[in-house]
């Protein structure tokens, strides 16, 4: 069954990101440092988050001291789908756009897909049993 995981932004901070997120009661729930890709991966969320509640991916790419503007922070929405490569094919037969092909992560395993909505906003797709 398809669901939202979690809303990505990056940032320019990350200890500051953190304890901005924690003053909201979140706390960090996970951390991925990859560095053949130059970033760090931080997920928030609540204490009592279960497992697969919607969270929060905050991205620090090393080196990218200077900031975003919103418009360029925002990154992506995340849904789990049984099956990447049927849901990218169930957007693509209903004039959707694919932008990136059903595949594993650069530097990791995990397979996504990105499309694209009418107005441009990236929703990657993350297969989960």
């Known amino acids: ?7 990505m932004v990056r940032v320019r901070d990350l200890d500051a990101s953190i304890r901005f ?5 979140m ?7 990859v560095p053949d890709g130059k ?8 204490d009592d988050n279960q497992a697969g509640e919607a969270e929060i991916e905050l ?3 090393w080196g990218q001291d200077d900031g975003y503007e919103v418009g360029t922070g925002f990154g992506h929405f995340a849904v789990a789908v049984p099956d990447v490569a049927a849901a990218a094919d169930a957007v693509r037969s209903g004039g959707g756009k694919v932008t990136r092909e059903a595949g ?4 990791g395993t995990t397979v996504i ?7 441009g906003y990236k929703i990657e797709l993350i297969q989960r049993g």
């Open 113 to 119: 897909a990105f499309v694209e909505d009418p107005d």
């Open 39 to 46: 970033y760090t991966l931080v997920f928030v969320g609540y």
């Open 104 to 107: 594993p992560v650069k530097f």
């Open 1 to 7: 069954m398809p669901r939202y995981l979690h809303t």
């Open 21 to 25: 997120y924690n003053l909201l009661g």
């Open 27 to 33: 706390r960090e729930l996970r951390r991925r440092e």
């Open 59 to 61: 991205t620090y790419n």
